[in-house]
């Protein structure tokens, strides 16, 4: 079983930055991936934002957040970070963060089926003010 705990939210204006983080509580393997999804309460779906695999360390991004969000990862930590700068309203959203237990991060793995991923966090608001 692996816990995973977001934290970092919070409310900002439009043009700024807030950095994410989302703890595991153990790694059960050497090969994982996790994942940022994000969504409004009461609106669309959630949609994927961005990956990151453990065999090579390879990233992808949803279209929108290119070139704004980078996902990175501190291994001694058992953490996953998700920097997010020149942020915009439309960004406003709960942030989730997800784990699976494979090399499987692709940009397409951001669009499965959300039952597929093993481990999902609770969490973590973000607020972006115009």
């Known amino acids: 079983q692996v816990q995973l705990v977001e934290s970092g939210g919070g409310l900002v204006q439009s043009g700024g930055s807030l950095r994410l983080s989302c703890t595991a509580s153990q790694f059960t393997s050497d090969n994982w991936s996790i994942g940022w999804f994000r969504q409004v309460p009461g609106g669309k779906e959630r949609e994927g934002v961005s990956?990151?695999?453990?065999?090579?360390?390879?990233?992808y991004y949803l279209d929108s957040v290119k070139g704004r969000f980078t996902i990175s990862r501190d291994n001694a930590k058992n953490t996953v970070y998700l920097q997010m700068n020149s942020l915009q309203p439309e960004d406003t959203a709960v942030y989730y963060c997800?784990?699976?237990?494979?090399?499987?991060?692709?940009?397409?793995?951001?669009?499965?089926?959300?039952?597929?991923?093993?481990?999902w966090g609770q969490g973590t608001q973000v607020t972006v003010s115009s």
């Open positions: 997800a784990t699976e237990i494979s090399n499987g991060c692709s940009y397409y793995w951001l669009f499965r089926p959300f039952d597929e991923y093993d481990y």
């Open positions: 990956c990151i695999r453990s065999s090579d360390d390879s990233t």
